[in-house]
């Protein structure tokens, strides 16, 4: 699991590709008051190349995350299932606490009882 490069739901388009540039990241967990409200990934920016817009206009507002204290299988299960590779991860709180991507999952691969925290 890594540690989450969050925006606000108001930062332009352009800010975010600089960010998933800086960090060499893929996707960008949007929040408004500490919550996680939506994710928006390099392939959305690359749609809305050029465009003037904010995150909130083009994010996935439906975002399929997983609980700390779950098992990376949990994961695996979702992939299969939902073809998802990135997963914000939640605190019992429902804040955001980190991001479970494909290779974090890969790396985990043959132990079950792997937590993702």
């Known amino acids: 699991m890594k540690k989450p490069v969050v925006v606000e739901k108001d930062l332009s388009l352009f800010d975010a590709a600089r960010l998933m540039n800086k960090y060499s990241i893929n996707s960008l967990p949007v929040i408004n008051d500490g919550k996680i409200v939506g994710?928006?990934?390099h392939h959305d920016l690359?749609?809305?190349?050029?465009?003037?817009?904010?995150?909130?206009?083009?994010?996935?507002?439906?975002?399929?995350?997983?609980?700390?204290?779950?098992?990376?299988?949990?994961?695996?299960?979702?992939?299969?299932?939902?073809g998802i590779g990135i997963f914000p991860v939640l605190n019992s709180s429902g804040?955001?606490?980190?991001?479970?991507?494909?290779?974090?999952?890969?790396?985990?691969?043959d132990n079950e009882d792997y937590l993702i925290d």
């Open 39 to 41: 994710l928006v990934t």
């Open 46 to 82: 690359v749609r809305h190349f050029g465009e003037q817009k904010k995150v909130s206009e083009i994010m996935n507002r439906q975002v399929v995350s997983l609980k700390e204290d779950d098992k990376v299988q949990s994961a695996i299960e979702l992939v299969r299932e939902k």
């Open 95 to 109: 804040k955001i606490v980190g991001i479970l991507d494909s290779k974090d999952i890969l790396k985990a691969w």
